[in-house]
């Protein structure tokens, strides 16, 4: 499997990401697949996990916060954090901030059949922002490089499953957790 290159991955994050920030609310959703990305997958499971980011940002549009949990595993783990706690934490942003926007930008997709069914893991560059509520200034909440987002595939779609090791911290010298996505 080939490399693609983080710094095509990184260039598109800095001309894309202020442009969409100043965007209007409905242009800001954006996931996308760089053109030069890895593909391990077939086409349907392809627009099918693209249409679960864009469920994700039509949930935070609505802010939805059951809707966008449902995309969450319900066995979601990302380091200490469960389904619950992300519940929280999206409820938190909606009370705090207006016009909540993301960008995924991917770069390599992987599905792989497993006995317990399908698993994907995308390598992603990404972001999520908003309007703060106090300020009124559009600040940026969270960003991320070559983040691997994991899925499943349910009976009822894809699903958000969290980093491998559940609970386990294992990111060290300061380096930011990204729950979100």
Same mark, same amino acid.
């Given at each position: ?17 202020? $442009? ?8 800001? $959703?954006? *996931? @996308? /697949?760089?053109?030069? %990305?890895? /593909?391990? $997958?077939?086409? @349907? ?7 679960? &980011?864009? !469920? ?5 549009? %609505?802010?939805?916060?059951? #809707? ?12 200490? =954090? ?5 519940? !929280?934490?999206?409820?938190?942003? &909606?009370?705090?901030?207006? =016009? ?5 930008? &991917? ?6 059949? *497993?006995?317990?069914?399908?698993? #994907? ?5 990404? #972001? ?6 106090? *300020?009124? @200034? !559009? ?21 958000? *499953? ?8 294992? !990111?060290?010298?300061? $380096? #930011?957790?990204?729950? =979100? &996505?």
């Amino acid at each position: 499997m080939r490399t693609v290159a983080g710094p095509i991955a990184r260039a598109l994050m800095i001309l894309i990401v202020p $442009a969409l920030a100043a965007a209007p609310p409905d242009a800001s $959703a954006l *996931t @996308q /697949i760089l053109p030069d %990305a890895v /593909i391990e $997958a077939d086409q @349907q499971s392809v627009m099918e996990l693209v249409g679960t &980011f864009d !469920r994700a940002q039509e949930a935070i549009r %609505a802010r939805d916060v059951r #809707a966008l949990t449902g995309l969450y595993a319900p066995d979601y783990r990302y380091h200490h =954090l469960n389904r619950g706690d992300i519940g !929280r934490i999206w409820a938190d942003l &909606f009370a705090r901030y207006d =016009l909540i926007a993301n960008i995924h930008t &991917f770069s390599s997709i992987k599905v792989v059949k *497993t006995a317990g069914g399908l698993t #994907a893991e995308i390598i992603c560059n990404g #972001a999520v922002w908003a309007n703060s509520r106090e *300020t009124k @200034q !559009r600040i940026p909440i969270d960003s991320w490089q070559q983040e691997v987002h994991r899925l499943i595939k349910g009976k009822d779609g894809w699903r958000i *499953t969290g980093s491998p090791g559940g609970g386990k911290a294992v !990111r060290q010298f300061g $380096a #930011a957790l990204h729950p =979100l &996505f």
